[in-house]
DNA sequence: ACTTTAAGTCAGCCTTGTTGACATTCCAAG
DNA sequence: CTTGGAATGTCAACAAGGCTGACTTAAAGT
């Protein structure tokens, strides 16, 4: 098995991992960790006035610096009332800024002030602690497993939405 | 490595899966993964007049029949008037019952009636579609490397409260 | 000129989380 | 036997963050 290859016809015992029950503790899995995944920088902003719906933006405006809003909407996956709601909060209270594009002056590019940055730092240093203490312990092996199933489970097009930040930040 | 041992002073190299690029993308992947996880039950729920925090009280009382209140506020994590919430219209609509302990009559014991049972095998069945077509792809050690990595992001509560259900389910 | 697109806004609704206050019922310890 | 605490349930109020629908403005495309 350390070589990766497998039998044209796949033996009953190599599916032992795909029964109900190992699905079930699968899906159990990501509940649970997904609670922990959210919890550190849940905890950091129910002091300030911002919830997970301003991380997910301040994260994405800082990955992608200049993002459109429609490009930061197609990301996020929700309506323009729900970000243009985090947006504007944001936007009043100097974490993010908004110009209007040159080429098409309809569009709007963002980008983090450098408060946005520093509390994006904040954020992103409380959830990476915990990440890189998880994979860490599960060493480099689990990690690449862990990383294509996660692929393998996601949509179409989040999966070419990750894939295109992924190469855009290496 | 295929033996798992790692020297004692682990070398840079080794560490590369560790870079801040790295759990970036970790991050993001669980992000986009979490999307497509809950994506597909919650299209069915979206019909009905159920949300995402029925779909986990249904799932963890299939999981744990008979299992009291107290325990399921432990499982999910939330407060007893929400859980409440939830499970009086389930109650109503007749998809869970709710029965008197024998020992202690305080609590209330959960059981899913036939109906209770039907629902919740159409979602699990839906969400375990996209994970076992996940895992299939992705291959035994990339999915034991996927456990791997979400145990290590768990809480110690959440920890323990997976694996005690892991382990009663086995 | 007309249509489409990007963005923003207003109003209203739903789910799901939160606190706080309070009643009931029952077990168990003094 | 009484009383304190635990388990449960309920009411009220509120906030975050989703959603739809309708509409405006401005710019771009055709």
Redesign the interface.
């Known amino acids: ?2 070589d ?1 290859r ?1 039998p044209a016809a796949i033996s009953g015992e ?1 599916l032992l ?2 029964t ?18 959210t ?1 550190d920088p849940d905890r950091i902003l129910s002091n300030l006035a911002y919830g997970r719906a301003h991380h ?1 933006a301040i ?1 994405f405006i800082n ?1 992608a610096p200049g993002t459109t809003v429609n490009n930061l909407l197609n990301i996020l ?1 929700v309506t323009k009332q729900s970000l243009n709601r985090v947006l504007r909060t944001m936007i009043e209270d100097g974490l993010v800024e908004s110009r209007v594009g040159k080429s098409d002056k309809r569009e709007r590019h963002l980008y983090l002030t450098d408060a946005g940055r520093a509390l994006e730092g904040q954020l ?1 240093d409380a ?2 602690v ?26 179409t097009e ?2 070419r ?2 894939t295109r ?2 190469e855009s ?2």
Chains 1, 2 share one sequence.
């Not at 029950?21 to 960790?33: S, Y």
């Not at 990440?131 to 996660?150: H, I, K, N």
Request: aromatic letters at 12%; glycine letters at 10%; hydrophobic letters at 45%.
């Open positions: 098995m350390a990766g497998m190599n991992f795909l109900d029950e190992q699905l079930r503790q699968g899906i159990e899995a990501m509940f649970f960790a997904y609670r922990g995944f919890a997910r994260h990955r996956g992103s959830q990476r915990r990440m890189r203490s998880a994979f860490r312990d599960a060493g480099p092996d689990a990690v690449a497993g862990f990383r294509t199933v996660l692929e393998a489970m996601m949509d989040m999966q939405t990750y930040l992924k930040g290496a």
